[in-house]
């Protein structure tokens, strides 16, 4: 009696008949687990004097030229660009891309009154996540996206490096006095 | 039944997955401070009656070619035009200062002088893209005329001064002035 009751309660531990001593029914168990879809990011890492991380967290960053435009002419310092690396993990086919909010560095509180002034700065963005480049060229208009190859078909892991260039103005003139600023959206997974 | 179960979670696993939205998005601030800069540089004369301008160096001086009338010591009418190339990147404030508050004697004589006049007043006008502002000297020194404006502006500041013709007889000597142009911007 003793055995016969442990061997019964062996069988309803597997879900199988009930009585396994007495049923030569087969043993089969299914076991499965899903793995989510993940992508996730660090917190970016800068590396040029041109400009400061002003702060970084997992979701969000701010970057600031150091020397945006001349004090003496308030024309804009020619040459500035940074590099910013993430270290980054996605374990399923997904999407690589980038996405300028205001299509450039942008002044949108002041009015000139008169003469010639730049309120925009344009900018290049070079973006590489494993073997898949892409690029983002601002001509000024809100949510320029990305181009190039940022359909990725797998899972992926190590450093996104963004490598964002200034574009020198093709007329120097002064910029207005004041902040300019975009917001540089870069997303692993959905596409933007 | 606890298999079959398990086996049907799978597939609606598979064919719609619960987290394929799972995407990483990092927003990243990029920003740049331009500086306040008003700037106030070449100056050139487009025009001038019984007025000559020289070209110096922060300053620029100019020169009434017949200053009194020989015969009556009267003041004679002289006026320039003159450009000065401008820029102000921020809303900002013109403002005309004159030293002494007219064209005066440099070295004035002790006692007085009736009948004489011993300064000879001006009138001195700024234009600029979308503000002007005159300042019309009286004797005061250290007058001001001032005028806002609203935004950034660039170009030719035009400068025009205008001496009347005089009707009282002017002190014998040298006069002169300190007329100061300035861009300031407004914080």
């Given at each position: 009696m003793k055995t016969l009751l442990i061997a019964a309660a062996a069988a309803l531990a597997f879900g199988a008949p009930a009585l396994a001593a007495s049923s030569p029914a087969p043993n089969s168990n299914a076991l499965s687990g899903v793995a989510p879809t993940v992508c996730v990011m660090s917190a970016p890492t800068i590396n040029n004097a041109?400009?400061?991380?002003?702060s970084a967290t997992a979701n969000a960053s701010a970057v600031q030229f150091?020397?945006?435009?001349?004090?003496?002419?308030?024309q804009l310092t020619p040459n500035q660009d940074f590099t910013l690396t993430v270290q980054a993990t996605c374990n399923y086919a997904h999407s690589f891309g980038l996405k300028s909010q205001n299509g450039g560095?942008?002044?949108?509180t002041t009015s000139v009154v008169g003469g010639s002034f730049i309120q925009s700065v344009n900018y290049t963005v070079g973006g590489l996540w494993g073997l898949h480049p892409i690029a983002l060229q601002t001509?000024?208009?809100?949510?320029t996206k990305s181009f190039g190859?940022?359909?990725?078909?797998g899972a992926n892991r190590g450093s996104v490096v963004l490598a964002v260039s200034l574009n020198n103005p093709l007329f120097n003139r002064p910029l207005v006095a004041g902040a300019f600023t975009d917001v540089l959206t870069l997303q692993l997974g959905a596409p933007l | 039944m606890k298999r079959l179960a398990l086996t049907t979670g799978l597939i609606v696993a598979a064919a719609c997955?619960?987290?394929?939205?799972?995407s990483a998005i990092k927003e990243q601030t990029l920003g740049g401070v331009v500086p306040n800069v008003c700037r106030l540089g070449a100056v050139s004369q487009s025009s001038g009656d019984n007025a000559s301008f020289a070209v110096g160096g922060a300053s620029s001086t100019v020169t009434?070619?017949?200053?009194?009338?020989?015969?009556?010591?009267q003041a004679r009418a002289a006026s320039i035009n003159l450009g000065i190339q401008g820029v102000c990147n921020r809303s900002h404030t013109i403002r005309l200062l004159s030293e002494?508050?007219?064209?005066?004697?440099d070295q004035p004589p002790a006692g007085a002088t009736p009948g004489f006049a011993r300064r000879v007043d001006y009138t001195a006008v700024a234009g600029w893209p979308g503000a002007q502002t005159t300042l019309t000297t009286?004797?005061?020194?250290?007058a001001a005329a001032t005028v806002d404006v609203s935004g950034p502006s660039s170009g030719d500041l035009l400068l025009s001064i205008a001496i009347p013709s005089g009707s009282t007889a002017l002190v014998a000597g040298d006069y002169r002035d300190r007329l100061t142009v300035e861009l300031l911007a407004n914080m």
């Open positions: 041109d400009a400061t991380l002003v150091s020397n945006f435009a001349s004090p003496a002419n308030a560095l942008k002044n949108t001509f000024g208009l809100p949510n190859f940022g359909d990725v078909d | 997955p619960a987290w394929a939205d799972d009434v070619t017949t200053f009194a009338d020989p015969n009556t010591a002494r508050g007219g064209l005066t004697l009286a004797g005061a020194a250290g």
